[in-house]
């Protein structure tokens, strides 16, 4: 076998890379696209180094062409293992990519509506387990998730160093010099909202509990004054319009009339200093709670009003 022979493997959402005799760097792209259901997926795989032939495992009784959606390069070779249950998918490149339907199965760990996605498997005959290349790790490893608007991330760690970063709906974890890695992250269904806005994202900022149905609402601008114009709805009814939002405090009742009530805040412009910032203070009598909200031309913040009068 070529010194420089060098062959990735992803099984059932693992991936490890094995290099057979010198040692070469290489770059490793995992990504993820998670469907709406939490458990089905796509998977992206991009694995580039130098003058190297590349190898993938598959199982012995599956083929290329039903397993994979896509593969390049188009050419490559099956070669069979001895006493293996894989064969190995020979390319005459030391790059190559590859996009994959599949389903979480024994990674997955469903607890009430909370998602757990543990990649840990038993190590191979050499100490070597989860995400792992052969011999001296990956020299860089970017590993992405990227979830829909319906799922939301709980949490997320590695055992090694690295850099994670989530970003709206995409998670991700870049290594340098590392092996044998272990993913564990959790993701939720989102709470949605009951009240949307045309063209807008309606993000839940915060709950308040109130024991009163008649409340106190205040709105003004707590930072810099920036000209913002704002639009307040709650519920389904428009309660201020296109209002200049200033430091002097505009004060109004409103009356509940349900268990679960939301505020939003509209920004109709974004001033001078965007975003849109606005404070909200909700006054029951008894308790008094301010709240921060910050919008602009594409996304509107909220406040859940619970009203308990027991």
Known sequence: MNKTTQILVLVAGLCFTLVMGMAQSFNADFIRYLDENG???KDYTKVQSLGMKSWHYIKKDKLPENEYIFISPSEYKIVPLIDEKYNQI???SGSFSLIKEDTLREELIIKDDLYI??????????????????????????YVWVFPKNLEV???ESNRDGTWRLDNNTLSYIGNSVNNVLFKIAYKVSEELPLHLTNRDVVLKDTVNVTNKAITISIWDDSQIDNDVISIKINDEWIVKYLEAKKERIKFKYFLTKPENYIILRADNIGTIPPNTTAINIDDGKNSRTIVLNSDMGMSEAIRINLNTE
């Open 90 to 92: 020979l390319f005459n």
């Open 154 to 156: 709980v949490s997320y």
């Open 39 to 41: 458990t089905t997926y």
């Open 117 to 142: 996605f543990q990649n840990d498997i038993e190590s191979d005959n050499d100490g070597n387990y989860g995400c792992f290349a052969k011999p001296k790790g990956f020299r860089y490893l970017n």
